[in-house]
């Protein structure tokens, strides 16, 4: 393995993400020459005291990537949330950032979602009323916005209930909802052609 210390000399450090969270304003990075990417924690801005810190290991090292090395994330009701591509073509798992324990956790599996290995951006993230949810193409190219109940994926915890095999994915992979604890639920879609997702903002009316 090639020390971080030796790729900083030779790539360029570049900002991968950004999430407001706790407070502070938490700045995913990675090393970047082209065709290569090497993930390198990241930095968090503190406003009260004007200064930059380093990034605690597990939240740097451990921040799900998409394609690119770019690390999508959002906050709901104030917890940090990011979607961890699957190595399989249609699914990921949601995981939440845990601060205390400085690791990111799988709560939710088998995300709905197909590979669009030609796409820039196969998915997008947003909260929206307390709720998460994931912009993405289904299989017949239309742009739907899947939502997750993350009040009923609590109560739908392995705990109480016992968890889906790691190899289960579903026949069709956009459009059925998760049977177990029916926490996805499609509310839109709507066909914009050939039009590409870029970025997703949720503004106050």
């Known amino acids: 393995m090639i ?3 030796f790729l900083a000399d030779i790539l360029k450090p570049i900002a991968t993400g950004m999430a407001s969270y706790r407070g502070r304003l938490c700045v ?4 970047y020459s082209w065709l290569f990417f090497f993930d390198v924690g990241g930095e968090i801005y503190d406003p009260e005291n004007d200064s930059w810190v380093e990034m605690p290991a597990g939240m740097g090292d451990g921040w799900p990537a998409r394609q690119a090395g770019t690390k999508l994330s959002v906050i709901v009701n104030g917890e940090l949330y990011a979607l961890d591509p699957s190595s399989s073509l249609d699914g990921g798992d949601i995981k939440r950032y845990d601060h205390q324990e400085d690791v ?3 709560v939710i599996q088998r995300v ?3 590979d669009f290995t030609d796409s820039e951006s196969p998915y997008l993230l947003a909260g929206f009323l307390g709720k998460l949810h ?3 193409k289904d299989d017949e190219n239309c742009v739907a916005i899947l939502q997750a109940d993350l009040q009923k994926q609590k109560q739908s915890s392995p705990s109480t209930s016992s968890a889906p095999p790691a190899d289960y994915r579903p026949e069709n992979p956009v459009s059925v909802v998760d049977e177990e604890t029916n926490i996805w639920k499609i509310i839109a879609s709507k066909d914009f052609g050939t039009a590409e997702l870029v970025s ?3 503004l106050a009316v």
Do not use: E, F, N
Request: hydrophobic fraction near 40%; charged fraction near 10%.
């Open 3 to 5: 020390p971080t210390a």
């Open 28 to 31: 995913p990075q990675s090393l």
């Open 104 to 106: 990111w956790k799988v």
């Open 112 to 114: 709905p979602i197909r």
């Open 134 to 136: 994931v912009v993405t």
């Open 200 to 202: 997703c903002q949720v």
